[in-house]
């Protein structure tokens, strides 16, 4: 059985470091017209986008999100609420953040933001989109697809697996939302949601031993 824990179990360890290192696109972080939170369970999320924000990177923050059943009780006013409150209190002006509240995947986070931009009547010719540094390779799949005239950059803390771990508190929340995101990649190119990517030998391998030691907890089910 597969419990919660401090830490990644060592007999999954060569497993979920491939997984990991799949996702991160390692995109050269440059200066974009918007920056774009999505909203997520982690609050890391907010704190990379005002970093940002505060080096020049975007004059201008969508943070985009209302709930999921893994975030509505960390974020009960909504993720992209908690988002902005978590960028004030870290010095961005009020000014530079716009709130999209109704986003509840990862095509509306991208397909409202554009409504909202294209509300405030902007030009948008790139985006720099800060996601959990597992959902990079979907995120920016997802944006292809939604948005392919805009050059979309994708980024996220910089953070070791187990640091990011520890700052979570859940390696088993980690685990599964690692196996959940690379099925997606897959899964959501099949269905005409986000751009096709390449998939090596070596990680479908390591995404079907953890299914099969139980890492189920966000697998898209038919």
């Known amino acids: 059985m597969v419990t919660p824990g401090p830490g990644i179990p060592d ?5 979920v470091e491939l997984l990991w290192e799949y996702h991160d ?13 999505l909203g997520c369970h982690d609050i890391g999320v907010a704190d990379q986008v005002a970093d940002l924000y505060h080096a020049g990177y975007f004059p201008l923050i969508v943070f985009t999100g209302a709930n999921a059943p893994t975030t509505v009780e960390r974020f009960p006013r909504g993720e992209a609420v908690h988002y902005r409150e978590r960028a004030l209190e870290l010095g961005v002006p009020d000014a530079a953040i716009v709130v999209e509240p109704r986003a509840t995947n990862t095509g509306e986070n991208i397909e409202y933001t554009r409504q909202v931009l294209a509300g405030r009547r902007m030009e948008v010719r790139s985006l720099l989109m800060v996601c959990k540094p597992y959902q990079q390779r979907r995120a920016y799949a997802t944006a292809k697809h939604i948005w392919p005239e805009v050059e979309i950059v994708c980024g996220a803390r910089r953070l070791p697996l187990d640091d990011y771990v520890e700052s979570i508190g859940d390696a088993r929340r980690v685990i599964d939302m690692l196996v959940g995101d690379t099925q997606r990649i ?8 986000a751009v096709a990517q390449h998939v090596p030998r070596e990680v479908d391998a390591a995404w079907r031993r953890l299914v099969d030691a139980g890492y189920t907890g966000r697998l898209v089910r038919d």
């Open 186 to 193: 897959t899964l959501y190119a099949q269905r005409g949601f």
């Open 25 to 37: 696109l390692r995109h050269e972080l440059r200066p974009c017209d918007v920056g774009v939170g």
């Open 11 to 15: 007999e999954v360890r060569g497993e």
